[in-house]
């Protein structure tokens, strides 16, 4: 079936520029087998935008029946932590993929590292320089102009081994040396203009290798040895990296590591009312403006999943929006549609009432408790049923309440009628309100033979949800909205932060569900009929039920914004 017959089949699995890279080179025999590798820095938790690369790296893997490893480039000790790397690989595994025993860390390689520094070393291609971190800017020169060699540039070999083995021995203060590679100070590409190699870092505990080194190889040196010393055939990597493959091809064919891998871009992804830059989700973590990493409104996996998304939305959402070199700003709509697609689709209706206000049945006896009858699932038999309680005292929403409807209001009405769900036509006879005038009270009767069928002669044209005052249990329920109120938070220059949405958690502390309920554990999700999908979080117990609000129904946000 071709592309367009079929547009829900995954870009993935649809020929992509990688593909077809991958294709060509097994057709010339350059490669026998396929291995790719997801490598973080464990210095955050991941977010979306790692969840494409770790669906194109592991999916690709799967379908050419090849391997990839889970790799943690740990070489910046400043910033990086065990808890770090603990979530990303729940967040991994979560997502449905398995490294098996392809668990590596750089770490893993410094010995090896240090020893292709020298065997750069003693090639010439590399020395030990003394200008700083400023002075190394200054010589660098800039896009129109050349560099300037370093005066330690020509150093003897022998001087060089000498003074990066007392570097690694911690001879020297922070700062006042490095190793640089010696490429070329004239190329139009700043990456190969002599960069540095390895730097010197004192007083920093390393989370696997404690204080046993205070010598640090920067990732551009330690990524393409990594990949070629665990056999990596593709390197795939977001377009930041591109300017950097002539530095890893430069790496790699320099030293004697076992294989050349090949480095490939992809475009990363950006999405609508989100950041994906770690530093700015770091900076929203530590000054407050989210509860956490796992807040459900930040778009970070662990949040993600806290909110009610499944691993099997992600996945459609990072095959849907496919591989490309070119960048491009995805519709938050996107994933918001893919979520609801899934939820539809899999999880249990329940009825929910956010908003609660009285209703009394006059008409109904007071000491009766009808169990109705009600499917788990509108278009999914196989999902059963469930009772549910109906009593004379009942919650319904206070937006199903209108005194003074407006035009096309479908909803309750002072002596109109209306469908319970589920349940039967109730007519509102009498509205009870307090001293300041507010509506906390309906007083209706309900039509016994409508219980799962029409009135005779009339037509009901509206249906609102309910649950029973007495069996209802009493919850909390957090509405959660986008983040950010713009599309592109920080466009223009302007501080980020002045775009967050201060309606993006809305709490509901007194909200009343159908009694069912109570049984729900944590990450449990369901669809609250009439309000959206909701699931339960981990703060929740059966004494008092939290539910967070995944999506709602429908896209609210193109009614706002005039989409």
């Known amino acids: 079936m071709s592309e367009k017959e079929d547009p829900k089949k995954t870009n993935f699995i649809r020929p992509n520029f990688i593909r077809r890279i991958i294709d060509e080179d097994l057709a010339h025999g350059r490669h026998a087998r396929i291995a790719t590798r997801f490598p973080p820095e464990p210095n955050g938790y991941l977010h979306i935008g790692h969840a494409k690369s770790i669906v194109l790296n592991f999916g690709i893997a799967e379908d050419y029946r090849g391997t990839c490893n889970l790799r943690f480039d740990d070489t910046n000790p400043h910033k990086e932590n065990r808890e770090y790397v603990e979530a990303i690989k729940e967040d991994v595994h979560w997502l449905g993929y398995a490294w098996g025993e392809r668990l590596y860390f750089a770490s893993d390689y410094f010995e090896q590292l240090y020893g292709f520094a020298v065997e750069l070393i003693e090639k010439g291609r590399a020395y030990v320089c003394a200008l700083d971190a400023e002075q190394i800017r200054e010589y660098r020169g800039t896009l129109t102009e050349p560099g300037q060699e370093s005066p330690y540039r020509d150093r003897p070999v022998a001087e060089n081994l000498d003074l990066f083995a007392h570097m690694r021995a911690g001879a020297f203060p922070d700062g006042t040396l490095t190793l640089r590679a010696k490429i070329d100070m004239a190329s139009p590409n700043l990456n190969l203009r002599d960069p540095v190699l390895y730097r010197i870092r004192h007083g920093v505990i390393h ?33 930041e990296f591109e300017d950097h493959r002539s530095l890893y091809d430069w790496v790699v064919a320099n030293v004697s590591v076992p294989c050349r891998p090949r480095q490939i871009e992809f475009s990363r992804l950006n999405l609508e009312y989100a950041v994906m830059s770690k530093r700015r989700l770091t900076q929203l973590v530590d000054e407050g403006f989210v509860a956490g990493w796992d807040d459900p409104r930040m778009p970070s996996i662990a949040g993600l999943r806290r909110r009610g998304y499944t691993p099997e939305a992600i996945r459609t959402f990072c095959e849907r929006i496919g591989v490309t070199k070119a960048d491009n700003l995805v519709e938050m709509a996107m994933l918001e549609n893919t979520i609801r697609e899934d939820l539809d689709r899999k999880v249990p209706r329940a009825m929910a009432v956010l908003r609660p206000l009285r209703l009394v049945l006059e008409s109904y006896p007071e000491d009766r408790t009808e169990l109705l009858t009600v499917p788990n699932h509108p278009k999914d038999t196989t999902k059963g049923t469930r009772p549910i309680p109906f009593t004379r005292e009942l919650y319904i929403d206070r937006d199903d309440f209108m005194e003074e409807p407006v035009r096309g209001f479908k909803r309750l009405v002072a002596g109109g009628e209306v469908r319970l769900r589920n349940a039967y ?28 069928k029409n009135p005779e002669g009339r037509k009901i044209k509206g249906v609102i949800h309910w649950v029973s005052a007495r069996q209802a249990i009493a919850a909390e329920v957090r509405l959660y909205d986008r983040l950010f109120a713009v599309p592109e938070p920080g466009a223009g220059g302007r501080d980020f932060r002045a775009d967050l949405n201060p309606a993006s958690l809305h709490t509901l502390t007194l909200c009343f569900l159908e009694p069912g309920l109570a049984a729900a554990a944590p990450g449990d999700r369901f669809q609250f009929e009439r309000e959206g999908y909701f699931v339960a979080d981990k703060d929740s117990h059966p004494a008092r039920p939290v539910f967070n609000r995944t999506v709602t129904l429908r896209d609210t946000w193109s009614r706002k914004t005039g989409g």
Do not use: F, N, Q
Not at 213 to 235: K, R, V
């Open 207 to 239: 989370h696997r290798t404690g204080d046993e080194w205070c010598l640090y190889p920067t990732y551009d040196y330690t990524h393409p040895i990594s990949d070629a010393l665990e056999g990596i055939t593709h390197s795939l990597c977001t377009l």
């Open 425 to 452: 036509v109730v007519r509102c006879v009498r509205v009870v309100k307090d001293r300041t005038g507010a509506v906390v009270e309906l007083r209706c009767t309900h039509d016994p033979d409508t219980l799962g």
